[in-house]
């Protein structure tokens, strides 16, 4: 009787490996990311990520294949506001971020309605500073909360799209969307921003950036995320927007080609 | 000539088409008339049948109406009105036969109709006139019916004749028409003139002149309308309600009680239109989707495509989104028992650069189909308003200075030499929010504000950008805003705001109002 239990466990122990197993195919390995062009954030990201070699390959604390950036494209990135006032300066690091994953193709920003009557429209004045113009840029504006996770669905799954910028009340979002989002984002390798004012929810994001503002022209970035593991320096900036590398070209791991590819 | 004889065409007047249209509701017997601004002052264009009985008739001025019926009711002619339902009756009318033809007269209303052989579906000539005038006079609407062999004595009897119904037989045309004024051949203005001149009152009097003494006199004009009553000379009815081209229909066994059944008839129909499109190099830029309930009742629904399209695919997914939008319920006791998905408008198929595609050339390279597929089925089930691109324009006022452009609107986006980044903000409210300030007067800026009911305290300020209504606007009439006075204010916290100052000071108003605008990030 005994040694029946036993080996039922042992069967239940096998099983669970093998399980584990496959599953480990399915979790990503993101192989391409972009940094996310502020100096500071860059520069540290990139000294303080542990490293360590297998087989002559160069792993990161977290599973990732090491690279210089942060930014992993095919996937799901979240920037919340600090307060509900900060919602702006998140919207500005969300249009920035969105012009660097984007590149040249059409970005698609996508507003909830609740959001919309919060905190407004994104003007086009404002967005200049970022990169974006008004080619590039394409809206989808006051969208029904029910409607919401569809669209953004529908626009990541499309190869043609540069970047998805979806901004909503935290409300709208839970883990299962968000994990949806991640293995279509994965799918079609383009990435999705998502940009909530401050919510305790937990959701399957790559990375989640917390922005305050801070004054005339700066912010305050803090980073979360599973970057954290092992980091020592503190995963807190304050950046000037004037620290946008204005002049450096963008460079990417990939050359434009990736896209249309 | 035998093939002239087998034709029946029933015509459909409407002696008093713009009364009726224009005001259904009024009292049976009270005097009513229609009237339109003229050269003169007001005049009426149209006048029911008890006002026609007191002595009032269109073309009199509604003063002198007014003066001898006090008691008139009167109402504007809305052109649009008369217009549309017109085009809806005809519409209407297609129930009956496809060939459904608008009057070419001008100032009388009527429809000519092609009954040839679908008479005997409604129990024949009589009934079908029965029906017919039965449903149009419970909508209050007064009609004459005629059936008879040729356009023009159809006409003719239907506007002139004697009875308010009349089926002519085959071969009667001649004792039927002779008795009737000339007018009643359709004749132009001039042409009536001459005839009253000479005399020649009745169709009986000009029938019996020789052609070619007519010709000279009247011109072709008369001799024609003449052969097209009596059948010699042939008349076709010009169909207001062309079938498409493209067009696939599909008749069930039984008729379809759930959504989802349609749903999936439609999705095969849209493999057979994909078919005929294809064999003609063609693409479908909008599709018609007509559900026909047992009672004839018609659901029909349109989606807009950006670019041409011949798949199966695309097309089925946006009628599946465009569906589901809808939310439609069906009655369960009337199911659909006819569906049909046309094609009203396409285009060839290897056309060069499309317009959308130099639009989105613009911001990309190399943009293939996906991305106005993907636009269309945004555009099918969110609405073209909601995904829109921004357009700058060039206006000071900065809630205009943005417009909002469909996919659907070819304006090219200009490149407008936009304000600093450091001058707008980021994120601009839909509509200004009015909020208390504590402020200097006359031009201070804030100090203090409270808005969304809470206290912000102002750590410093910059401006005032003062932007003042375009003078050409104002002139107008178009703009009644004040002079705005922005500030860029930031609070103790570092949070940024822009809000204006509506009007000056004792220039343009007592109390203006503070509103705030928009966020800097």
Known sequence: MERLRANNRLIKIQKLKKLRAS???????????????????????AENEPKFEINGNAYSGSGNIAHNGVLALGAVHAVEAQTIHDMPAATGFAAHLASRFAHAAPIIWAQSRAAQSEWGDPYLGGLSAYRLNAHQLWYM????????????????GCAEVGCVVGACMASNLTMRATKRFGLTARRSRRSLIVVTPPHQQKLALTSKWQVAADGKDHWRVRLQGRFLNGFRTPSEWRLSTQDLMADQPITRLDDVGSFYG | MDKLLSRRILVLSFPNWVTDISAPRVKQGKPFGVYAPAQAGLKLVAVNEPAKEIGLCAGMSVVDARALVPELELQELDTHLIQRSYALCARWASRFTPWVGFDTVPGHYSLVMDISGCAHLFGGERALVEIITNI????????????????GAAWALSHYGAYEHIVLPVGCEYEALLPLPVAALRLPAASLDLCARFGLRQIENVAGI???ALTRRFGKVIVQRLDQAFGQLSEAVNPVVEPPQFRVQNTPLHPLIDMSQVVHYLNDMTAALSNLLSKEGRGAKRLDITLIRTDKARLSFSISMSQPSDLTSHMARLIDDRIERLNLS??????????????????????????????????????????????????GRLGATHFVRLSPHEDHVPERAVI?????????????????????????????????????????????????????EIASASGPERISPSWW?????????????????EDREGHRFWLYRDGLYTDETHRPHWYMHGFFA
């Open chain 2, 210 to 212: 020789e052609r070619s």
């Open chain 1, 141 to 156: 504006r006051a969208i029904p909360e029910s409607e919401f996770l569809w669209a953004i669905e529908e626009a990541l």
């Open chain 2, 136 to 151: 149009l006079s419970r909508r209050m609407i007064s009609v004459r019916a005629a059936i008879a062999n040729t356009i």
């Open chain 1, 23 to 45: 599953l480990q195919r399915f979790e990503p390995q993101f192989d391409e990311t972009i940094k996310t062009g502020f100096i500071p954030i860059d520069r540290d990201l």
């Open chain 2, 330 to 379: 069906l009655d369960g006791a009337y199911g659909i028992d006819t569906l049909w998905l046309d094609a009203p408008r396409t285009a060839p198929m290897d056309m060069g650069q499309s317009h959308f595609e130099r639009i989105i050339s613009q911001s990309a390279p190399k943009i293939g189909y996906a991305f106005s597929a993907l636009c269309d089925r945004l555009v």
């Open chain 2, 473 to 489: 606007r104002t002139a107008y009439g178009l703009d009644v805003g004040y002079t705005r006075d922005y500030f860029r204010l």
């Open chain 2, 404 to 456: 909002y452009q469909t996919i659907f609107d070819h304006r090219p986006i200009k490149n407008v030499d936009a304000h600093t980044p450091q001058t707008r903000p980021i994120l601009l409210l839909p509509q200004a929010e009015v909020i208390d300030v504590i402020a200097e007067i006359p031009e201070g800026a804030p100090r203090r504000f409270r808005w969304r009911r809470r206290l912000y």
